[in-house]
């Protein structure tokens, strides 16, 4: 378990950089606006991360038109692999949470007898 907990700091502090990099660019990033030259930003952009909160926030609340909106985001495989690694976030919170094991987390939350 050591080397599984290891990979997911090394993991989220990869995703960590990544995602201030990328934040520093979305703010660095402005246009001029035609009345007066005044700066406004570009179109932002959403992460798979981002897209993948909102999905899942969005599910959660049965709100067909925020899923759409999020689903639109980014690419479906992209779209998975963030929700995939929310639940991954999820379960090992709750399990700390609990002091119980992911497995036995995950079960739980999906109404599975004990294994």
Known sequence: M??????????RKACARFLGATRAKDAARVGTD?????????KRTHN???????????CADDDQERIDEAAGWVSPEA?????NELACRAVIALAR???ESPR???RALLGLPAA
């Open 2 to 11: 050591g080397k599984v907990v290891g990979m997911s700091d090394t993991f």
């Open 34 to 42: 035609t009345d007066g030259g005044r700066s406004t930003p570009e």
């Open 48 to 58: 798979l991360f981002e897209a993948a909160a909102a999905y899942v926030s969005a």
């Open 79 to 83: 779209l998975s692999f963030g929700v």
């Open 97 to 99: 949470e609990r002091d």
């Open 104 to 106: 036995a987390v995950a």
